[in-house]
Each structure stands twice: as structure tokens, then as C-alpha cells.
């Protein structure tokens, strides 16, 4: 503002008489980004972007899950020869039985997903879908359903899924907008299954050296990564990379 020839006082009185005037109005608001618009997806590394699966990987490894909440199968992290949890060296990526471009995340990936992304810690938290603990994970870019609601983070105990509690109804809101949930289906070994509904584990395609496999795994109260000799298994979520990125 130009205050050439005018007095102290008389530049004090006009900048008073703009504020007065000033209120009331809406002050403009900034335009979005036109690119997001077209932004799908979830960051797994600086400049790509996957979508997840429909549902988790299927017992018969074929298939996925019709909905996000059903636990699907536990699986060796071997897989070239049935029944052969002896080595991992020689693993075929689930994602290679099932036509269309499905593959399994890396262990980097999963991390840069998770903890690496722009704000990562506000697209993650636990919750729970009609009483079925999990993980829910927004999209990089995230418009909240009307009625619906979001936590990011994780409770305070263990076995406590009500961060964020959803009907089926309310869930069918969120995964269209983009969200997804990975149930806590527990692990296995051999024929026995434990921490069914306590934990979720979930395996990546990388190795830490041959006798050893990297994965995701989570409670409702903390995150983490590890790896794991033959034998254990895990649940399957594949990803299909975005095109273009």
C-alpha cells in the first residue's frame, strides 16, 4: 500500500478503516492442485504408485478374497515346490498365478508405503470392520466419505481394534474412496494357525539371505518389520503397479 504524502496518523486511521471492511468476507481460498484430481493410489517408492488387490490372496492361491475383511490363505514363502519350505532362494512371486500384472510388494516398498511416504503417519491406523481387526491405509491423496470418520495411529492396548469402527455399510464407503484394510489373519505353520484376529502378518518378495524372508506385521498397537526362517506362513495382499508411473 502507497502511503506517500500522508501522516502517520492519517496511515494508521486508513489501514484501521481496511480491517473493518474486511470483516465478514471470506477470505479466498486457495485452488487445488488440478493434478490430483488424477492422483490413484498409494506411494511405494519416489515417483510410483500401486493399487492393492480387491481382497487378500485366496487358500487356493488362485484368487483374491471377495472382500477386504476375509482373512484368505496362509502361505509358505516358497512356493516352487509344493510343500518345499526348506530354502527361499527360488521364490516365484504369487502374483506370476494370476493373470493381470499382480506382483508382491518388496520389503522397501512396504516400508516406504507405510512409514516413508507424505504423510505417511496420517494414512495409517487400526480399526476394525464389523468387529474384524486390521489395518486401514489411505490413498495418497484422500477425500473423506460424507458420515465417515478417520483416526490415524494405534491404540494405547493390545487386542484394541476400536480406533476406527465400521459397519460392513461404512466400510463399502471407505474402500470406494479408495481406502484399504489388511485383516489381522494371523500365521501358521505346518497345518496350525495362531494369533488368528490378534496379528496380522504379511509376507514381501524379499529375501534376507536364503534361509531367511522379510515381512510386514502389525498389532493394534505397534507396526513393524522382520524376517523369518522356513517354514511360517503368512498372509498375500498383491499389488498392481499404476500406469504410466
Known sequence: MNTNGLKLWQTLLLCLLLVLCSCG??????????????????????????VFAPGNLSPDGL????????????FDWSTTEQGNVLYY??????????????????????????????GAEEKLGTGSVDSIGGLVLL????????????VPGFAEDNDDWSLNEYTFSDWDKMETAGAVF?????????????????????W??????????????????????????????????????????
Not at 500365521?187 to 502378518?201: H, I, L, T
Open 182 to 202: 489388511l485383516p489381522a489373519a494371523g500365521d501358521g505353520y505346518g497345518v496350525s494357525a495362531c494369533r488368528v484376529a490378534a496379528m496380522g502378518f504379511y
Open 204 to 245: 514381501s518378495s524379499s529375501t534376507r539371505g536364503p534361509q531367511a524372508a522379510q515381512y510386514v506385521f502389525f498389532y493394534s498397537y505397534y507396526l513393524a518389520q522382520a524376517s523369518r526362517g522356513p517354514g511360517n506362513q503368512y498372509s498375500v495382499r498383491l499389488v498392481h503397479d499404476v500406469a504410466g508411473e
Open 63 to 74: 484368487s483374491f478374497e471377495e472382500n477386504q475383511w476375509n482373512f484368505g490363505g496362509l
Open 25 to 50: 468476507k471470506e477470505l479466498p481460498v486457495e485452488p487445488s492442485d488440478p493434478q490430483e484430481e488424477n492422483v490413484v493410489g498409494f506411494s511405494v517408492s519416489q515417483g510410483k504408485r500401486i
Open 89 to 118: 532362494a527360488d521364490f516365484t512371486d504369487w502374483g506370476n498365478r494370476i493373470e493381470g500384472g499382480w506382483r508382491t510388494l518388496t520389503i522397501e516398498e512396504w516400508m516406504y508405503l507405510l512409514i516413508g511416504r507424505d
Open 139 to 150: 490413498p495418497d491423496v484422500w477425500r473423506m466419505p460424507e458420515g465417515q470418520h478417520f
